[in-house]
Nanobody, 137 residues
């Protein structure tokens, strides 16, 4: 099982940049996908973006060109680099993970299963507690 912990959330001004981290202190896996979700007060949880164990990324339209997800596989940390922050980026940011316990599945087969459902919270079996980002003008 993954054990995910987010950090880096803070208050920022519009136009600022911020980097969030999601550290896995649980088991490591060869094939997996990690994602960032966010939930603003009174709103539904929204998928922000994801990255798989081979480095392929996917982003929500609302953050494309502003947010970048990367991963340090040695440290088992996923990052969310956020630039040009806007007030509507204010939310609790949560990371989530799903993994393949067996190493026999190819990354291509993994992606064929994962990519159509990357934005659905029910896809993931590991969740962090979240880190708050507040953006003001």
């Amino acid at each position: 099982q993954m054990h995910l912990t987010e950090s880096g959330g803070t208050s920022a001004r519009t136009g600022d940049s911020l980097r969030l981290s999601c550290t896995n202190s649980g088991n490591s896996y060869q094939t997996y996908s990690l994602a960032w979700f966010r939930q603003a007060s009174g709103k539904k949880r929204e998928a922000v973006g994801s990255i798989d164990s081979d480095g392929a990324t996917t982003y929500a339209d609302s953050v494309k060109g502003r947010f970048t997800i990367s991963i340090d596989k040695f440290k088992d940390i996923m990052y969310l680099q956020m630039t040009n922050l806007r007030a509507d980026d204010t939310a609790m940011y949560v990371c989530a993970g799903i993994y393949m316990a067996s190493s026999s599945m190819s990354i291509e087969l993994w992606r064929s299963w994962y990519e159509p459902r990357w934005s659905e919270p029910s896809t993931y079996n590991s969740w962090g507690q979240g880190t708050q980002v507040t953006v003001s003008s």
